[in-house]
Structure formats: structure tokens, C-alpha cells
């Protein structure tokens, strides 16, 4: 199973960023995914995850600024980031398989 993250970048408070996660060798359709974070000197913290019923939740943190997606067809998971905030900088990574599966994170830094 391969996660690969993408979309991560520096950019100004109040900014948009998208992430995506491609899954390889992996069932995606039908699957639970995640968001998680790392900022640095703190633990990883879930964002959001989206089941295979489509039903998603998020963080408090992030709630009404963030939205999880997901497309079957391209085994591709998305995060949304809207109105970022600097408290969002952090590694952000995606998580498959009961949280088994990791990709390699892609950072974001919001100034």
C-alpha cells in the first residue's frame, strides 16, 4: 500500500491550500481515510476522515474551514483548506486501513 501525499506550500494567513492523497495497491472504494497533522514539539492530532459512506468529521480546530473529500474513481483522497490560520503549519499526512497505512506527509506553512 502506497499513500502519496501532494498540494502542501507556504502561504499567507487567510489563504486556501488542497491536498491530496493518492492510494495505491490499496481498496480504496468503501474505505475509512484520514487527515492527521504534525506541527513541530507536538503529537500528530486528527484533522478529518471520511468513510465509505462519504460521512466526514473533523476537528474542532478545523471545523467549517476544512472539508475531507474523496474520489473512487481516482483512489484519491482531498482536504480543503480554507482561512488558514498560522496554527495550521504542520506535516500533514494521510492515513488508510485503520490508520495502518501512512504516506510521507507534505508540509504546510502558513505565515
Known amino acids: 500500500v502506497q499513500l502519496v501525499e501532494s498540494g502542501g506550500g507556504s502561504v499567507q494567513s487567510g489563504e486556501s491550500l488542497r491536498l491530496s492523497c493518492a492510494a495505491s495497491?490499496?481498496?480504496?472504494?468503501?474505505?475509512?481515510m484520514a487527515w492527521f497533522r504534525q506541527a513541530p514539539g507536538k503529537e500528530r492530532e486528527g484533522v478529518a476522515n471520511i468513510d465509505g459512506h462519504d460521512v466526514s468529521r473533523y476537528a474542532h480546530s478545523v471545523k467549517d474551514r476544512f472539508t475531507i473529500s474523496r474520489d473512487n474513481a481516482k483512489n484519491t483522497i482531498y482536504l480543503q483548506m480554507n482561512s488558514l490560520k498560522s496554527e495550521d503549519t504542520a506535516l500533514y499526512y494521510c492515513?488508510?486501513?485503520?490508520?495502518?497505512?501512512w504516506g510521507q506527509g507534505t508540509q504546510v506553512t502558513v505565515s
Open positions: 495497491e490499496y481498496t480504496f472504494s468503501g474505505s475509512s
Open positions: 492515513a488508510a486501513g485503520g490508520w495502518t497505512y
